[in-house]
């Protein structure tokens, strides 16, 4: 089979989807487009606020309960929130917040889609927010809908819906597109049940068109984690089954590896990070060119991570009651910070890690933020259990602690009897 970088030689031609850089540009800081931050979702940026930090402004949505994590997202100065309301008519709605990043005030608000499915049977959001371009994504059980964002009379209105739900059943497995160069990826996403097509799907993000199908094969089951997009390539990871690599330009496969993967890939170094599961979880390297399998590393009573982030060399991830850093290029053990030691307040990690500067966030029964060189926990912010990443940038760092509740955090200044002035 021909390698990935003999396939894209031709990438030149504008005609052709997915061939060029990310599509969140690693440098811009003030943008994190999507749990992960950026297409390969490395959830990595060069810095953001130290600790300690303190409480600017607290934003409480008319969230339901039962409603999913969702990891906030933001852009030019504003963060976006999705989140289930319940009415009185016994629907439930995805509603989609816009508030401003600096004041918490609401600039705007929408549906997005109703359900009367009952909440045990069906969600009516996934933790799937995505910025592209002038868009904001999220995966309904109605479909994957993109709405304009903005500060126009246009903001929160629906561009298009894709559906790739069918009955509208949802799983609550996070189902963030991936997103490059003017395309969406996603996959079917009725999970778990007889009905689930073994579909992945390339989408127009102007006009919500159909550009490619790709047929997932033989695997398993069909659940598609959210895919990684780098370099013109579309790593997609099926539940149970394995790794795909896509050519983004027209669907075709580059190659497929088949090992126990529940999380959703990330791609760095070279190399693609998946969270697998056998007789214990841990995490596996593949790579990015062939697909060949680099390590596998495993830990001893741990969940299986629900994703990783990649800095420097070093691949961090939550495996419930651990948080893991290992040599990116060998899979070794940097360091362990195992909470089982702990009391219940401060030892379970279940989100996706997050890098700013010389920080490590993570999330679970509260926001923690790690030393990531010593492998040392700096502070605890909250005590709210939630599954959802935060979005960081250069001065703040903005987490949704708890059902339709932002927090934003900026550096405490000034301090006196360990109390923060501000």
């Not at 068109?209 to 990871?237: C, F, H, K, M, N």
């Not at 126990?260 to 790579?287: K, N, R, W």
């Not at 089982?340 to 679970?364: F, I, K, Q």
Request: aromatic letters at 8%; glycine letters at 10%.
């Amino acid at each position: 089979m021909p390698s990935r970088r003999t396939l894209l030689a031709a990438c030149g031609s504008a005609v052709l989807a997915g061939c060029s850089t990310r599509y969140t540009d690693p440098s811009d800081d003030a943008t994190w487009s999507q749990r992960g931050r950026d297409d390969a979702r490395t959830a990595t940026r060069t810095d953001g606020p130290d600790s300690p930090l303190t409480t600017a402004w607290t934003y409480d949505a008319n969230a339901g309960y039962g409603s999913p994590d969702c990891s906030p997202v933001m852009v030019d100065g504003t963060v976006f929130l999705a989140y289930t309301e319940q009415r009185a008519d016994g629907e439930q709605a995805a509603v989609l917040d816009a508030v401003d990043a600096e004041t918490g005030a609401r600039q705007w608000t929408t549906t997005v889609t109703t359900t009367t499915a009952q909440m045990q049977e069906t969600h009516s959001h996934t933790d799937s927010l995505a910025i592209a371009d002038d868009a904001v994504l999220l995966q309904t059980a109605n479909g994957l809908v993109a709405l304009e964002r903005g500060d126009t009379e246009d903001a929160g209105t629906e561009r298009w819906r894709f559906d790739n739900v069918g009955d509208g059943q949802l799983g609550s497995v996070a189902a963030q597109p991936g997103v490059g160069d003017g395309v969406v990826y996603t996959g079917f996403h009725r999970h778990g049940r007889e009905q689930s097509e073994p579909e992945f799907y390339a989408i127009d993000l102007e006009d919500g068109e159909l550009r490619w199908r790709y047929e997932i094969g033989d695997w398993d089951e069909y659940l598609v984690y959210p895919p990684a997009v780098d370099d013109g390539v579309v790593y997609a990871a099926i539940g149970g089954g394995g790794v795909e690599a896509i050519d983004a330009a027209d669907g075709t496969e580059l190659w497929r590896e088949r090992l126990p993967v529940y999380s959703a890939p990330t791609v760095a170094d070279g190399s693609v990070f998946v969270g697998t599961a056998a007789d214990e979880s841990g995490v596996a390297a593949l790579s990015a060119e062939t697909g060949e399998r680099r390590w596998t590393r495993m830990d001893d009573d741990a969940v299986v991570p629900s994703g990783t982030a990649v800095a420097d060399g070093t691949v961090y991830y939550a495996a419930m009651d651990r948080l893991v850093a290992r040599d990116a290029a060998t899979g070794d053990s940097i360091w362990t910070i195992d909470g089982s030691d702990s009391s219940d307040e401060d030892h379970v990690y279940r989100g996706v890690p997050t890098v700013a500067g010389d920080t490590l966030y993570v999330t679970g029964t509260s926001l923690f933020a790690v030393d990531r060189e010593a492998g040392e926990l700096r502070e605890r912010v909250g005590d709210v259990w939630t599954r959802a990443s935060p979005a960081i940038a250069d001065d703040v760092v903005i987490a949704s602690l708890e059902e339709g509740t932002l927090e934003a955090l900026v550096e405490c200044r000034t301090e006196l009897f360990d109390r923060c002035l501000r």
